[in-house]
C-alpha cells in the first residue's frame, strides 16, 4: 500500500514512525517545515518538496495538522493536496478540528471524487509514540475497515462513531473533558497547599481517588516536578476550547464553564504557557494566589 502522512508535528511524527514499522507499506511523508522529516527519512521513508507532491498515487493520506485554517490551506488552497489525490483514494483527517468544517471537508473531497474520514485522537505525546492512541472515527464503514491496519500500527483503540463529523464532534466532548478536569484539579491542589497539605502529597494522593479523571496521574507528576515539556501544548488545548465554543455555538447550547475554562486556558496562554503542557495551567493560577 502507498500512504502519506502530512504534518509531522509532536503527535504526527510519532504516528507516522509507527505506520513505518508496517509490513507492505510505503510512506511518503511531508511537513512544511522540512527539517521535521529528516529522521523520519532515515528511518525509511519517502519525502516530498510539497504536499501535492507527497499525495501522488497514494492509496491513503493520512493529516495531522494543528488547526482548521492550517487545513484549510494545506489541503484546499493554491498548493492544496486534494486535487492532486488519485480518483477514490481515501483521505484520513486526524486534526483537531470542528465538526461543521469537518463535514464541509468530507463534501469537498466527495465532490472531487474522493472519500473521507475524520479521525482525531485521543492520547498525547507517549501514547503517539508507543501506538497507544483512541481514534475516534467518522465516515462510512468500509473505509474504516480499510485503514484499520494502518490505525492498529498507530493506536490501541478504534472507535467509530458514526457519519463524517461525528469523529470531530466526540473529540470536542473529549476535549472539554481534558481542559475542565485538568483546571479543576488544579485550583483544588491549590488550595490544599494553602490549607496546609504538601504538593507531594497532594500529588501522590489525589490523582488515586475514584472521583479524579485516570489521565491526572500523568499530569501530576509534571507538576510535582515542575516539568511542563509539552505532552499536549497549552496553546492547541486553547484552540480546541474555542473550536467548542464555536460548535457550541452552532448547535445553540450553552457552555458556561467551557466557556469560563477558555478565559483561563487564554490568559495562561497570554502569560507565555503557550507552548508549555496544559498543565501549566496549574503554574499560572499558583502565581495568582
Known amino acids: 500500500m502507498k500512504a502519506t502522512f502530512i ?89 483537531t478540528v470542528n465538526p461543521s468544517f469537518t463535514r464541509e471537508c468530507a463534501q469537498r473531497a466527495q465532490a472531487r471524487g474522493l472519500r473521507f474520514l475524520d479521525a482525531p485522537v485521543a492520547g498525547t505525546k507517549m501514547p503517539a509514540e508507543t501506538g497507544e492512541l483512541t481514534f475516534l472515527l467518522g465516515g462510512e464503514s468500509d473505509d474504516v475497515e480499510q485503514v484499520r491496519p494502518l490505525l492498529e500500527h498507530m493506536g490501541q483503540k478504534i472507535l467509530h462513531v458514526g457519519e463524517s463529523g461525528q469523529g470531530s464532534a466526540f473529540k470536542m466532548l473529549v476535549n472539554a473533558l481534558l481542559a475542565q478536569n485538568m483546571l479543576v484539579y488544579s485550583e483544588t491542589a491549590l488550595l490544599g497547599e494553602k490549607l496546609g497539605f504538601s504538593r507531594d502529597f497532594l500529588m501522590d494522593t489525589l490523582p488515586n481517588l475514584p472521583v479524579t479523571a485516570p489521565f491526572l496521574k500523568g499530569k501530576a507528576g509534571l507538576i510535582k516536578d515542575a516539568d511542563y515539556d509539552a505532552q499536549f501544548p497549552l496553546e492547541l488545548m486553547l484552540k480546541d476550547l474555542h473550536l467548542l465554543d464555536l460548535t457550541a455555538y452552532e448547535e445553540k447550547q450553552p457552555l458556561f464553564l467551557a466557556g469560563l475554562a477558555k478565559s483561563v486556558y487564554g490568559q495562561a496562554n497570554s502569560a507565555g504557557h503557550g507552548r508549555d503542557d496544559f498543565a501549566a495551567v496549574f503554574d499560572y493560577l499558583q502565581k495568582l494566589g
Open 7 to 95: 504534518g509531522l508535528g509532536i503527535m504526527g511524527s510519532r504516528m507516522a514512525n509507527n505506520l513505518l514499522k508496517q509490513d507492505g507499506i510505503t510512506l511518503t511523508v511531508f511537513n512544511r517545515s522540512s527539517e521535521a522529516m529528516a529522521p523520519l527519512k532515515d528511518a525509511g521513508a519517502l519525502t516530498a518538496d510539497s504536499a501535492r507532491d507527497a499525495v501522488a498515487d497514494a492509496e491513503v493520506v493520512f493529516t495531522m495538522l494543528s488547526a482548521p485554517e492550517v487545513v484549510e490551506q494545506v489541503a484546499f488552497g493554491d498548493l492544496g493536496f486534494v486535487e492532486a489525490m488519485s480518483d477514490g483514494a481515501l483521505w484520513v483527517n486526524c486534526s
